[in-house]
């Protein structure tokens, strides 16, 4: 029997998930996300083009693939309308290609308001939330509150709705929040409730299982990093679900012995957005330099991301609790014209030295141990050759391959889906 594969991001989120998912999509027939909603901003560029997906799969650009929106995301209608509003104008074929489960949570516009509200509230401590009203609503899901897609479906679906905004409006009255905007953003809102009855609504986790039986290659398309998981990241700077690749069983409805190759995807170097420890990060030229030449701008938010050198035990905890079989490095371009590269090997807590993320990352007396490369002047955005690559950076790549016991089978050199190659061109993936 085929198994699902899963692929996610190792860090903080923006390793660039989209792109690998685009290239890799040729060789699935069926792309699921299976959390996150839309602050996730999945970028892919080709012919020229740039597209920024927030709640739809990669895989949707792909003629005769089908992409699903699984139970454990959380969906935005009006940042639906938009999307697909986007994809139409492309003449992409949504309604043929995409389907959504019936189990989907609806995040509504006093979501959203809820958000900001408990951003606001907790001034300088807040987490750097996207606004986007994700917290929210995976609140509502675990407290038994949610309302799903396959609400809209009900007759008593506007009872439900209301009762759900009266809560949220009662809580708000206590935030003092104005609520004034509520209106206009409930008619764009419903907008995308009419849009999305469009749609093939299914009860996926028996969709998405029959097709594995099936013999149906499936690949699920994680959202955030797995830095960011609200049980393994750090905490309390994290998202509201499960990054990791156990994500994907609880999201699509799939049991742990369907899982295949799990591929994970880091830069090349260190990002982050918003608030949270980061213990490589750079607040000199350095620092500022790796932000410009990467472009280092949240895609959803626009915010521009913290920048450090790549850390070592951070990669090697998340390629453990994923189960991570293989690797793609992204941004290597990024790295290009720099006379020195650097390594985070292991931090030092008190005289300690430790090679694994501890309890408390935000210690102020941990201190990253770095290691030091020479480093390369050619650029590498249009090499398609693994033997071409300058001679630094493939001992760069050998020495990350020694250093987190995985194969890097990807490496990426621009955001165009054709700045790819296969370091290992035999491998699965």
Known sequence: MNKLDVLLGLQWGDEGKGKVVDYLTPRYELI??????????????????????????SGIFHEQKTNLIGNGVVLDPSVFKKEIQSLLELNVEVYKRLKISKKTHLILPTHKMLDAASELAKGKDKIGSTLRGIGPTYMDKTGRNGLRIGDILSNNFMDKYNSLKEKHLALLSR?????????????????????IKNFDLIDSENYIN???????????????????DIDFGSYPFVTSSNTISAGACTGLGVAPNRIGEVIGIFKAYCTRVGSGPFPTELHDDTGEELRKKGSEFGATTGRPRRCGWIDLPALRYSIQINGVTSLAIMKVDVLSGFDEIKACTHYELNGERLDFIPYDLSDENLKPVYKSFKGWDEE??????????????????????????????????????????????????
């Open 32 to 57: 699921s996300r299976f959390q996150g909603g839309p602050n996730a901003g999945h970028t892919l560029e080709f012919n020229g083009i740039k597209h920024v997906l927030h709640t739809i799969p």
């Open 175 to 195: 935030f003092d929040f104005d609520t004034s905007d509520l209106s206009n953003q409930e008619t764009s809102w419903f907008e995308g409730i009419e849009l």
């Open 210 to 228: 029959k097709e594995i039986r099936n013999g149906k290659k499936v690949l699920a398309e994680g959202a955030q990093g797995s830095l960011l």
């Open 380 to 429: 590498v955005w249009n090499i398609q050759d693994p033997e071409q690559l300058p001679t630094e950076l493939l001992e760069y790549l050998d020495f990350l391959e020694a250093e987190l016991e995985t194969p890097i089978n990807i490496v990426s050199f621009g955001p165009d889906r054709t700045q790819t190659l296969l370091k290992n061109v035999n491998a699965a993936v």
